[in-house]
């Protein structure tokens, strides 16, 4: 039928498009960096103030501006510094000690970021991150319906699930090869369809997000800017956590905040590095300069942006650029309960939370390309004998709870709105318009 053949067909391949991406970023992320933090130096005296830092860093650019001091992890690695020249950004590498710059390279343009465009967006912009959203909600719907049709409902049945028949050939092995490991990943999968589908436009933007944001009512009625969080964002790379994303901005020049910096104390990129430190961040942190005359200086430290492996530790800090007074503080606690698990679930996505994650997405990923290529190869082994063109194979004989699953089908997919409007669309389309063309019929029957 209609919608068998579009949640095999349409979703498969968007399966192993981020399964692959997923994991070549994973692996780059781990090994390579975001942002140059695996660049090394050897400590030799003094490290230099972070003004004297950027100097140099301001002098390996022409035309630039300041944007964000990203600090060092350990004594052996370097600064970072991201400077704008007219609209492009680059990120320069400084030796913290001697001030000589190491490195100079555009923002968001490596391998990584070609892959999170992808993976996010086709490279299509918004026309791609539907077409993604919607393959993504249908994912979600196989996989409930999946695990309805095959849930062990007696003793043999618990064994043949749990255990694939290696014994078996030919199409009887690829079933129990794709039953027992989707079984195993069903719950992951969802994991990251949700963390995922929670980024998208219509159903994370318009309808997640927007229900979950952090309120910035709760900032002592500071002054409140036009832009929100997601302006710190660069690209389809995220640096923002989910849960702030559309929240507006404080705007610097009031007499509102709480104390920061000691009366007197100049509002200096140093000043305010060595107030964040005096709160608690460690290792390595963010400092991103005020970008207009309201703009605030803010600290910030976050799973999000590969600052740290723990995303409890999450927090943003808001500073008037002209008072220095702390105008915003938002941690892990802060964040409402959707935003507390897509604090821990995108760090989990993005296999941050240390060797275990590493290695348990990385069999994660290469399950879900084999469930989707053997969900194919069933079809296509299951098509009538002789058929040379592409004929949908009969609903098997033996298939006793189908009408649950379809049941199961369409009330999963009204969770999701595009998928849900898709499914619908397809299936009245298949209903009023295909069955009643006799070649199309013979096709999809």
Same mark, same amino acid.
């Given at each position: ?17 981020l399964?692959?991406?997923?994991? =070549?970023?994973?692996?780059?992320? =781990?090994f ?8 090394? *130096? ?9 003004a ?15 944007? /964000?001091?990203?600090g ?7 600064? *970072? ?8 950004q ?18 968001? @343009?490596g ?7 992808? !993976? ?21 719907v ?11 409902r ?62 910035? /009512? ?18 389809a790379?995220k ?5 702030? /994303? ?8 009031? @007499? ?6 000691p ?6 990129? @140093? ?21 207009s005359?309201?703009?605030?200086w ?19 800090? !808001? ?30 996505h993005?296999g ?12 994660? =990923?290469?399950?879900?390309? %084999?469930?989707?290529v ?26 006793? !709870? ?19 409007l ?6 009245? %389309? ?5 069955r ?7 096709a999809?029957?």
């Open positions: 039928m209609a919608l068998a053949f579009l949640c095999r067909f349409y979703v498969a391949p968007f399966l192993i498009m399964a692959i991406t997923g994991l =070549c970023m994973m692996y780059i992320a =781990c390579d960096g975001r942002d140059g933090e695996y660049i090394a *130096v050897t400590p030799s005296g003094p490290v230099l103030t972070i004297e830092q950027s100097a140099s860093a301001l002098g390996a650019v022409a035309d630039g501006r300041l944007v /964000e001091w990203i060092p992890s350990g004594d052996d690695r370097a600064s *970072v510094f991201r400077v704008a020249s007219g609209d492009a680059s990120m320069v590498a400084v030796d913290p000690y001697s001030g000589a710059v190491l490195d100079v390279w555009s923002r968001r @343009d391998w990584y970021d070609f892959l999170t465009d992808i !993976h996010g967006s086709l490279l299509l912009g918004d026309t791609g991150d539907r077409l993604i959203e919607i393959a993504a909600g249908l994912g979600f196989l996989i409930v319906t999946g695990l309805y049709l095959w849930w062990p007696t003793g043999t049945g618990a064994g043949r699930t749990l255990l694939p028949d290696l014994s078996a050939r030919g199409r009887l092995l690829w079933k129990s090869l794709h039953r027992s490991i989707g079984f195993y990943v069903a719950l992951i999968l969802c994991l990251f369809l949700l963390t995922g589908l929670s980024w998208t436009g219509i159903w994370g933007g318009k309808f997640v997000q927007a229900w979950s944001t952090f309120p910035a /009512e709760k900032w002592n009625n500071v002054p409140l800017s036009d832009a929100t969080h997601a302006s710190m964002n660069h690209g790379t640096d923002v956590p989910w849960a702030l /994303e559309q929240t507006p901005m404080p705007a610097s020049g009031s @007499d509102a905040g709480l104390r920061g910096l009366d007197g104390m100049p509002v200096t990129v @140093d000043s305010i590095a060595a107030f964040g430190r005096a709160l608690g961040y460690e290792g390595r942190f963010r400092v991103l300069y005020p970008s005359d309201t703009g605030v803010t600290l910030s430290q976050d799973s999000m942006s590969n600052d740290s492996p723990d995303p409890t530790s999450d927090r943003t800090v !808001h500073v008037d650029r002209y008072t220095g007074k702390m105008l915003a503080d938002v941690r892990f606690a802060d964040y409402s309960l959707a935003g507390k698990g897509m604090a821990v679930g995108i760090a989990f993005e941050d939370m240390g060797l275990w994650n590493l290695v348990l997405n990385t069999l994660f =990923c290469l399950s879900v390309i %084999f469930l989707s053997s969900g194919l190869v069933m079809w296509w082994m299951r098509r009538p004998a002789g058929a040379g063109r592409l004929v949908a194979p009969p609903v098997p004989a033996n298939l006793p !709870h189908w009408k649950g699953a379809m049941a199961v089908m369409l009330g999963v997919s009204m969770a999701f709105p595009l998928a849900g898709t499914l619908l669309a397809v299936l009245a %389309f298949d209903t009023l318009i295909l009643h063309i006799r070649p199309f019929a013979r999809l029957s």
